[in-house]
């Protein structure tokens, strides 16, 4: 009888192991999750993760050890080019010594070359250039000073926080996401002014380095939300001498650092008065002597149907971060949940009929470097961008379509995770067709707060890499928390921000809409 039990139950399981295997995805990702382990070991242990430097190497290694551990195959790191400079911020100290001595809240700007130690200098104003011609004015008088620098043509404001910062979507803004239709690109002239905002702003740092100055200070931005008020420091490209200052042949030539907007503008409000200020500062910067090569990190689980095992289901998210928060958010997120949701699938002994491929990409933020590469070695040829050399590439359209090579046919879909740590709340699957599909896939998860399915495309970062290839690539609509308004590419982008519950149920998600991806009979449509 205990035989024939055995047998029955192995009948049954063959009959009917996509609804189990479900079920156990939900059992395993709510109550086994390992997420919030995996986040402080990658968030705490190796902090800031730019692109080129030693801590995002680190956390490669970590990862792939991590993705080995959880029993996935074909682990490996695939070079993608050389990418640029490596750098390390090792400590920026910037204080008011007079007409009171104050400590000022400041980061390096990301790729500043170092003050020779801690330097003394006395303050001057230079609002921000529109052209290059206004840098004659002040010619022959920065020397030995230090600059405080309005990157626009007036000074920042500082919004009250008057509403939460914190946001989940509502029924309503989910419904008008799903009925909105997408925004027109940036037209071409626009892309043509914001080249020339990048080159002017690289011109301004060489000038201002042939002037002597020993450091540029810059306003951190602000929000509508009034989120980054409060001491937070926005650091990203956008506080550089250009796009490229990566790049050894536009790297940055005089020390710049971000200030927090409430001393930025409490000094600005003392140079109106024509208060004297003198500054103690010391950049403690490290810039790597050659350019630095860059990889992607692979994991899969592999497919078990004879004739769809080599095609594949996608799932990415980038490793690279910026510099002055630990990069939770943006997107240590992304790689926590799709490495859960990966770990996820492996612990229930998911069998998919394709196999199932986790990339993690590094480069994305200096403009989805990794990915691109990717897609050009493996996937389509992409004709070289036909726009101003000084934006980054995903900024410039390609000069003609992809033509797809022989792997292009194997992908069924690829699934970015790249908006932040908030519950998923729907899909945008890109494509109409594929409406009905997702909302039959998505039916059980109801109760964790998925509900909304659109047919519209929603699709940046590394996703627009295989988008721009002519991939089905569906995207994840997430509550954005304090994403947009506190945490994105800012000092606040720590393991403190993560929201526990909402990486578990991410992660869920996730893992079954791989599952259900790699077990449908037929790719998705182009």
């Known amino acids: ?126 609002s921000g250039f529109s052209s290059e011609s206004q840098f004659d004015a002040w010619r022959g008088k920065l020397q030995g000073k230090a600059v405080l620098y309005g990157t626009a043509p007036s000074a920042p404001v500082t919004p009250l926080i008057d509403k939460p910062l914190s946001m989940r979507l509502t029924a309503r803004q989910l419904a008008d996401f799903a009925s909105e239709k997408p925004r027109a690109t940036d037209s071409s002239a626009e892309r043509q002014r914001m080249a020339a905002r990048f080159e002017l702003m690289e011109k301004a740092g060489r000038f201002f380095a042939a002037e002597g100055v020993v450091a540029v200070l810059v306003p951190s931005g602000n929000n509508a939300y009034g989120g980054a008020s409060g001491g937070t420091l926005y650091a990203d490209t956008n506080y550089t001498f250009g796009w490229h200052v990566y790049r050894n042949d ?65 799932v990415n998210a980038h490793l690279d971060s910026w510099t002055a928060g630990t990069g939770a958010t943006d997107d240590g997120a992304g790689v926590l949940i799709a490495m859960e949701a990966m770990r996820i699938l492996q612990a229930v002994g998911a069998k998919p009929d394709r196999t199932i491929r986790l990339i993690l990409f590094t480069g994305e933020e200096q403009g989805a470097l990794g990915s691109r590469a990717f897609v050009r070695q493996h996937l389509a040829d992409i004709p070289d961008p036909d726009q101003p050399a000084a934006l980054p590439e995903f900024l410039r359209g390609p000069a003609g379509p992809p033509k797809p090579k022989p792997a292009h046919a194997q992908i069924a879909a690829v699934y970015t995770l790249d908006a932040g740590g908030g519950k998923i709340r729907g899909v945008s ?65 720590t393991y403190e921000r993560l929201a526990p519950d909402d990486l578990r149920q991410a992660a869920v998600v996730v893992a079954t809409m791989l599952y259900e991806t790699a077990m449908h009979r037929e790719l998705l449509p182009r």
């Open 1 to 126: 009888m205990r035989v024939l039990l055995v047998l029955l139950s192995s009948v049954v399981w063959a009959q009917s192991p996509p609804t189990d295997v479900r079920q156990r995805i939900r059992d395993e990702g709510l109550h086994r999750s390992q997420i919030m382990q995996y986040a402080t070991e990658l968030l705490d242990d190796f902090g800031p993760r730019l692109t080129g430097s030693t801590n995002l190497d680190r956390a490669l290694e970590w990862a792939r050890a991590k993705l080995q551990s959880i029993g996935l195959q074909q682990v490996r790191t695939e070079p993608w080019g050389t990418f640029g400079l490596g750098w390390q911020e090792r400590h920026t100290s910037i204080r008011m010594l007079t007409p009171v001595a104050t400590p000022l809240t400041a980061r390096a700007a990301p790729w500043s070359p170092a003050t020779p130690g801690a330097m003394q200098a006395d303050l001057v104003t230079v």
């Open 429 to 493: 699957t890109g494509n109409p067709a594929t409406v009905d599909l997702f909302r039959r896939w998505l039916a059980p998860l109801r109760d964790l707060g998925v509900t909304m399915v659109a047919g519209r495309s929603d699709c940046g970062g590394d996703c627009a890499s295989f988008q721009q290839a002519g991939l089905p690539a569906p995207s994840f609509k997430q509550d954005p928390l304090e994403y947009d308004s506190r945490t994105h590419h800012t000092s606040a982008d």
């Open 250 to 314: 536009h790297r940055m030539q005089a020390p710049m650092a971000i200030l927090a907007v409430e001393d930025y503008l409490r000094l600005h409000r003392m140079q109106q008065r024509a208060v004297p200020v003198k500054l103690e500062l010391n950049i403690a910067t490290e810039t790597m002597a050659q350019e630095q090569s860059a990889a992607n990190l692979f994991a899969e689980i592999p497919g078990t149907h004879p004739q769809r095992k080599q095609e594949q289901v996608l």
